[in-house]
């Protein structure tokens, strides 16, 4: 059995994956005063250019996991980046709210993994550019 037997299975996941980034990525927009307070809080520096890599991650790279495009290197940079949010803003282990945040993290760093292994699928551009070959 390959990804590519079940292509609308594979873009859906893509879909509901990339959703929270987009929707997150929608909210930092919206929101760059408290967002940047957020990350202060947490101790990381320089919480503006830490804003705008959250930003690209989250809007650019949750937009070309969507469309399928160069998806194992997407899925692996937003793995790495879902990783170091769990520790960096959900590492309280004392905090049962923190610690199901860091839990979820982890799984879905784990989901964005199979893309990395596995790729989009036939119905993303990667798959659109294999069949042109």
């Known amino acids: 059995m390959t990804i590519d037997r079940y292509p609308a299975i594979s873009f859906m ?70 990783l170091a949010t769990a520790f960096a803003f959900h590492a309280h282990f004392d905090d049962a709210n923190q610690q199901i945040h860091f839990l979820k993290n982890l799984s879905i760093a784990g989901g964005l993994i199979q893309f990395a292994v596995w790729g989009a699928g036939a119905w993303s551009l990667d798959g659109l550019r294999a069949r042109r070959g």
Request: hydrophobic share 60%.
């Open 13 to 82: 996941g893509r879909l509901l994956m990339c959703s929270l980034f987009l929707v997150s990525g929608i909210g930092k927009v919206a929101a760059p005063a408290a967002t940047k307070a957020y990350i202060a809080s947490a101790g990381l520096p320089l919480p503006d250019i830490a804003y705008l890599a959250a930003i690209a991650v989250e809007l650019g790279l949750g937009t070309l996991l969507l469309l399928g495009y160069r998806t194992r290197l997407v899925a692996g940079l937003m793995a790495l980046f879902t």
